[in-house]
Structures are given as C-alpha cells and as structure tokens.
C-alpha cells in the first residue's frame, strides 16, 4: 500500500511542476538597429573643485520622471550613461553629505547623439546629513500576522557581533552565558538563511552570521503551511542585506575587544539598473572562559562524592566570503545566484582537578587536562529564478540551493591519578551534503483573495566516522562510523482572503520523510507522511488596534547525532549513546495576540499554549559497571505543556530618552518515564512529574544624547527553569553600549560593555534516585568591546528576496 501511494504521490508532484512551468517565460526578442544618444560629464566639489569619485548619477525622463538608468562617477569624479533613446531627459546627482543637484532639459535628437555637460558642482549640506539618521525608535519590533519583524539597526548592543548578540534583547528567545539560543524554552527550533534550511546546525549558523550583514530577523512561534514543519518551537529567519542605491556603495567594520575578542566585516556592492553584484567577507574571534565546578553525590551502594574544580578557556575563530549576483532579464523575469564559503576553528582548553571520597580521611586526587579541537568548511550555492506575471503578485518562484561541510573534531584528555597516569583521544569526521528544491507558486484572486501552493525537496546526507584511542589501543566500542540519510518532499497550499475586519489564512503541508541510518551492521529505516495543517486570523479593532488568533502543528525530528545506538566518550566520567528506535515530537501551537498604539507608544500582548508529544528527552543515569560514569541517552519521555502570555511595551518617555520592556511568564509541566542506562540491563520504568513557573524580563533604555551620540541599557533577567531531570538557576545580565558618529555620519564608533557586574552565572542540576549532579560555570566578565564601522558612498540596504515570501512582493 506505501508503495502505490508513494508511486502516485511522485506522479502527482511531477504534473504539478510541469502545470506550473508551462508558463511562457522569455518574451519573443525583435531586433533593433535604432542609434542610441550618450550623457557625460565630471562632478565637482563647489569649493575646492576636487573630483567627487562613487557619485550617484540617474537618468529620468522629462516628462513623467521615469527612472531609465544610473551609473557612477570614476576617480576623476567623470561619469557616461550610453544607449539613451532620444528624447528629452534630466539627471539627478547625489552623494552623502551634499546637496542633490538636478539637470534639466537634456535633449537626445538623432542629429545631436552626444551630450557633454558643463562641470556639475555639489555643495555641502548639513540637513542632508540629519536625514541620513534611521529612526529606530518607530519599528524595535514589528508584529505581522504570523512573525515578529526584529531590525537589526536598532540593536546598538549587538554592533560588531553575530545574530546570537542581537537575540540577547528578542522576546520569545533567551541567550544563555554561553551563547545558547532557546526559543520560548526549548531548542527544538530551525534557522533558515532567507528562507532556505541548511546543512549546518542552527548554533553554527548563528554564531557565524555578523550583525553587519543581517537586514531583519524574524522570529516565527507559530508558521504557516508555507514553511517546512521542522522545529517544534517555532523558525528563525535570517534576512540578509541588498543593497538599493544605484552605483558602487559598502561599508567597513572592525571590532576589537577584551578577552582577545576580535570582528571584522566588510561589504562591497555595485547595482546597476538590471544587475546587482555584492561582495562581503569577514573575521571574527569569539574567545570566553572562566571558572568551572561540578558536585556529584552518589547515593546507590555506598555513598560517595566525586567533586571537579577548574578552569575553562575557549576561543573560536571564524571567516568567510560572501557573494551574490541579481540580474533583471526583463520586467516579468529576475535571476539571482548566490555563493559563500567559510571555515572556523574553535579551540577548547578544560583543566578540571577532581577528587573523590567516601569519607574525608579517604581522597583520591585526579588531574584532567582536556584540549578540545573542532574545524568546520562550508560551502553553499543558490540559484533562484522569478517569473512574474501580469497580474500584479502573480508569479513563481524557484529555488535550487546546495550545500556541504566537512567538520573534524578531536577531544585529547589527559588524567592523572595517583596509582596511574591515562591518555585518551576520541576524535569525529563528518561530511555532510544537502540539496533543496522548491517551487512556490502565487495567484491573487478577488476581494483581497490569494491562493499559494508549493513543492519542496530535501535531501541531506551525513556520514560520520568516530574513534578513540586510550594511551595506545584502539577501542573499538568506541570506534565506528556511521551513516544518515533523509529526504523529504513536501507539498503545500494556503488560502488568504478577507471578511469585513478579519482577514485570515489556512493552510494544509503535507510531507513525507525518507530516513536511514546505518552504524555497526545495524541498520535503521523510517517512512511516513504527516499533516501539519494551520491557521491565522487578524481582526481590525481599530485603526491602530488588532487582535489575531493563530494555530499550527509542528515536528521535531531526532537528529543524526541522537540516534546513534552505540556508546560515545565524551570524557573520562561522561558517555553518551544514542537512540535509533526514537519517535519524532509533534507539537501542537496555539497563539492569541492583540497589538494597539497610543500616540509615539505600542503595546502587544500574547498568549500562547505549546504540547509536545512524544518529548525527547536527554537522560542521565549510572552506568552499572561503572558508577562514577554518567550515561547520557535520548528517550520519548512523555508530553510536556508550556502556557505563558507575552507582553511587549515601546514608550517614548522623551524626545530623547525611548524604553522598551518585554515580560514572559509562563508555566511548564512534563509528565512521564524513562528507562536506567542502556548498560544495566534493566528495563524499569521511573516514572516522573514536574512542573515550574518560569519568567523573563528584558528592559532597554534608548538615551539620544545628542544628534550624533546614542546609549543604551539593556537588563536581562532569566528566572530559574526545570526539566525532566534537573534544572536551572535565574540568571541577571547587564549590558552597556555607547555610540557616537564621525565625519559627516561616515564613521560610527560603538563602545560596548556586557556582563557589568559579573553576574552572568550559569548553574545545572541534574538528579535521579541514584545521583545528584551540579555543574556551575563562572564567565569571566566584565567585557569589553569596540566596535567601528566606515560607510563607503551612500550605503543603505533593503531586504532580499527569500522563498517563503514570495506571496508579499
């Protein structure tokens, strides 16, 4: 029975591409032996006459101010503009920090094809400059029907940093001391690259994306039909930069810091008017550490005591090119290929000294010195082909993007006792491929009526080779490769329309997922379809009041990591052992929002309701043969709730002074069992519940000191969190930034401070009938950190085109 569903299922796909390209896509080409017209010319300083070079010069006709071309100026401030129709014409010269200039009646005759103009002189003009500041103050945070829309260039405190530092300040999302991103709680959530998922792991892409390249980021708890279902808590969405202006524009960032902390960007663009080329690289040095603590309690036969103390140091150095090329075939027909490579290192240094007693006239001493070792290479290439329609919002999108990474990773550990001294090396190889294929088509229908549907593929492979090595043998139940494979393809379709105030989607996807993973002569195969319908409303109380209602069903998948069923050294006290036989999450998503403004101030509240079922679970037990080894395995535990209400306030105290403030308070419970680890040999279940009362707090303050200068306050507050088997301490962070402009806004300078008082801590407990463990980790902070930023011309940038919002172009 599968496989004739699945045989119609691929029959039903392929007449759907072939409907959906059937569309006529390149118009019938006529040839032309009409002789075009030239405008040339230099620009000039007015008072020093000095040549202006990266001036902006645009063409428009006379008559209805129609936009026919743009170049810019060379070196010697001279600039052409050729393949002019004739006809009468003006230009339009601008460049930051002067006065625009205007050239009327341009005449191109066939009798005068030529036209050069007298010197063009720009002056100075401070107004122009004012108008270059963006107002932050109007959008912190945008709220659509089904995302909040977050600008990067409102987050003063994440200047110079990655997409982790401007989610430090996000509701919906908490940053933990060491950079790990939760949404609403739970890291069961997907990245997506303007649309598109990625080989590489949600933490990666992250820590790796620099602030200076993100135009938006947009955080999505609840998705539509029209995005894949991976991520039970929900997507993030990172929206990359293109720039607007005609001509050549970029910019230069570099920010040094504390703790050998380090970050440059660069961007470059030239945009003429059918074609775009950009080109950006960067570098950056995340280094942290600080002091680090663990208390282990054995209870189980004799009691006993196993206590670390040390030091942890950690440094990962990252870079990469960036590259992407926009051409306009025609009106209705627009391509783009994008590319980037990038590597990074991250180097781990763990010095821990532990002692174990069962009594305090009976310690033994251990030395463990632990040299961690990853390096990461990535590639990715994306193709997408546009075509339009006549009717405006009328068209299809298609997107093939291939990616790939090689990722090595060696963990050297040396411990010595007082009877005996040990070298182990476990080392990891991992190559991983992928390949997406969407198609997503969009029709406008009548009365604020629109009907979406789509097609996507994907493809991802990972083949690991894992070893371990203790002094000098090879140990081979810690020595085996494996290998994962899943594909999916899915179908989608939503339907937006309009009744008086309420305006509403539905949509239904369908996806079917191919898995196999292969380890040690095992072998393990999953098929099967799933439905992930939703569901959005939004109702006008007011003209700037609104209500929305919204639903969605979700899954989270078990990774390939997790479902290796064989035995992992992570350590001399610490394994881990997958789980082949594990059951995806489903997750089941309900939101109710309202939203309103008073005057310069708007207020949003949420309340939201999350099930997971099936809820994997990491779990840690004693192993049975040896009790001062922690198992950590993966298992469906059972079904947790989440219920919490968001609120989000953005205040204008003054003309000067802006505070914004978001609370979470939620509640949480998880009801289930688990089983002992896979070395006992006992299948026992121990049942649990928990619950607790969770809230966060983020406050920011938004002084405007003067017309050049801003600060700002941020203060976060994380209160303390538990799961199956533990929990987590509150947590309080304080940060600072400065920021002051140079030289006719070219140059801004932020100075930034974070963790002021040191009080950033975080702190893990874990416990069962056999056990109780604490890990504590101390950050070393303050830090401090200087960031600076050159404009080139006049940059600005605006949101590029990514899959799944093709439907609002």
Same mark, same amino acid.
């Given at each position: 029975m599968h496989s004739s569903i699945s045989t119609s299922m691929k029959r039903l796909i392929f007449l759907f591409i072939i409907l959906l390209s059937t569309y006529p896509i390149f118009a019938t080409k006529t040839t032309n032996t009409e002789k075009f017209g030239v405008i040339n010319g230099y620009i000039k300083d007015m008072k020093s006459n000095a040549s202006i070079e990266y001036a902006t010069v645009s063409v428009f006709t006379q008559d209805d101010s129609k936009l026919i071309d743009g170049t810019i100026t060379n070196k010697d401030g001279f600039f052409e503009i050729k393949k002019l129709r004739a006809?009468?014409?003006?230009?339009?010269?601008s460049f930051i920090g002067y006065e625009k200039k205007i050239v009327s009646d341009i005449a191109i005759r066939s009798y005068k094809r030529e036209n050069k103009l007298n010197d063009i002189k720009l002056d100075l003009s401070t107004k122009a400059l004012q108008e270059i500041v963006v107002n932050s103050d109007k959008d912190a945070i945008d709220y659509q029907i089904d995302k909040k829309i977050v600008p990067v260039s409102n987050q003063l405190s994440a200047e110079g940093g990655t997409a982790i530092n401007v989610l430090e300040t996000v509701p919906s999302v908490s940053v933990d001391v060491n950079g790990n991103v939760s949404l609403r709680g739970s890291t069961d959530f997907t990245v997506l690259l303007d649309g598109r998922p990625s080989v590489r792991s949600a933490?990666?892409?992250?820590?790796?994306i620099p602030t200076s390249q993100i135009e938006n980021i947009e955080i999505i708890t609840n998705p539509s039909a029209k995005y894949e279902a991976e991520g039970g808590a929900g997507i993030i969405n990172i929206i990359s930069k293109k720039v607007s202006f005609k001509g050549a524009s970029g910019f230069l960032n570099l920010s040094p810091g504390s703790h050998e902390n380090f970050a440059s960007t660069g961007m470059f663009n030239f945009k003429k008017k059918k074609s775009n080329f950009y080109l950006g690289a960067n570098y950056n040095v995340r280094a942290y550490g600080g002091k680090r603590e663990n208390f282990k309690t054995i209870f189980s036969g004799p009691q006993s005591y196993l206590n670390a103390f040390g030091k942890l140091d950690?440094?990962?150095?990252?870079?990469?090119? $960036?590259?992407?090329?926009? !051409?306009?075939?025609? $009106?209705?027909?627009? !391509?783009?290929?994008?590319?980037?490579?990038?590597?990074s290192t991250m180097d781990k240094l763990d010095k821990l000294t532990y002692e174990k007693y069962e009594t305090q006239d009976n310690i033994l001493i251990d030395n463990s010195k632990e040299a961690t070792n990853d390096e990461l290479n990535y590639y990715v290439a994306t193709l997408t082909y546009l075509r339009k329609f006549n009717k405006k919002g009328?068209?299809?999108?298609?997107?093939?993007?291939?990616?790939?990474?090689? !990722?090595?990773?060696?963990?050297?550990?040396?411990?010595?006792? @007082?009877?005996?001294?040990?070298?182990y090396l476990s080392s990891i190889e991992e190559d991983a491929k992928g390949i997406v294929i969407s198609s997503d088509y969009t029709l406008p229908l009548a009365g604020n009526g629109k009907f979406e549907a789509g097609y996507q593929y994907l493809s991802f492979d990972f083949n690991r080779d894992r070893s371990f090595v203790e002094n000098t043998s090879i140990k081979p139940n810690f020595s085996k490769p494996s290998d994962y494979k899943k594909t999916i393809q899915s179908l989608y379709t939503t339907y937006s329309g309009k009744l008086n105030k309420i305006s509403y989607q539905v949509g239904l996807r369908a996806e079917h997922l191919n898995r196999e993973i292969k380890y040690d002569g095992n072998k393990s195969d999953l098929n099967r379809w799933d439905l992930f319908p939703s569901f959005h409303s939004q109702m006008s109380i007011s003209k700037v009041s609104k209500i929305s209602a919204s639903y969605s069903r979700r899954i989270n998948r078990p990774s390939s990591g997790q479902l290796e069923g064989f035995q992992i050294w992570n350590d001399v006290y610490n394994r881990t052992i997958g789980n082949p036989e594990l059951n995806p999450e489903l997750t089941n998503s309900f939101e109710l929002q309202y939203n309103t403004k008073i005057?310069?101030? $708007?207020?949003?509240?949420? $309340?939201?309701?999350r099930s997971n079922e099936d809820k994997i679970e990491r779990i840690k037990t004693l192993s049975a043969i040896n009790p001062d080894v922690i198992i950590s395995s993966y298992q469906n535990v059972g079904t947790d709730h989440g219920l919490g209400l968001e609120a989000f306030t953005n205040i204008s105290i003054s003309k000067w002074w802006r505070y914004l403030m978001s609370v979470d308070f939620s509640h949480y419970k998880i009801d289930g069992d688990y089983t002992d680890s896979a070395d006992s040999g006992s299948t026992e279940k121990h049942k649990f519940s928990t619950s607790s009362n969770n809230w966060k707090i983020i406050s920011v303050s938004r002084f405007k000191l003067s017309k050049l200068t801003q600060f700002e306050l941020n203060l976060k507050y994380n209160s303390k969190t538990k799961w199956a088997q533990? @929990?987590?301490?509150?947590? !309080?962070?304080t940060t600072m930034s400065l920021k002051h402009s140079f030289f006719k806004r070219k140059l801004s300078a932020s100075f930034i401070v974070t963790d002021v008082f040191n009080t950033a801590d975080l702190s893990k407990s874990y416990y069962n009938n056999d056990y109780s463990l604490v890990n504590n980790f101390d950050r070393d902070a303050p830090t401090f950190k200087l960031s600076l930023s050159y404009k080139i011309n006049n940059y600005k940038s605006v949101k590029r085109v990514k899959s799944t919002d093709i439907g609002n172009m």
């Open positions: 006809g009468n014409y003006y230009i339009e010269v933490q990666e892409i992250l820590s790796q950690s440094k990962d150095k990252s870079h990469k090119i $960036s590259s992407a090329y926009d !051409f306009e075939i025609d $009106s209705l027909n627009l !391509f783009s290929i994008t590319a980037e490579i990038g590597h009328h068209q299809l999108n298609t997107l093939i993007d291939y990616s790939g990474k090689t !990722f090595d990773k060696s963990i050297t550990n040396e411990n010595q006792s @007082e009877t005996e001294n040990n070298t005057g310069k101030h $708007s207020f949003s509240l949420t $309340s939201y309701y533990g @929990e987590q301490d509150d947590s !309080f962070v």
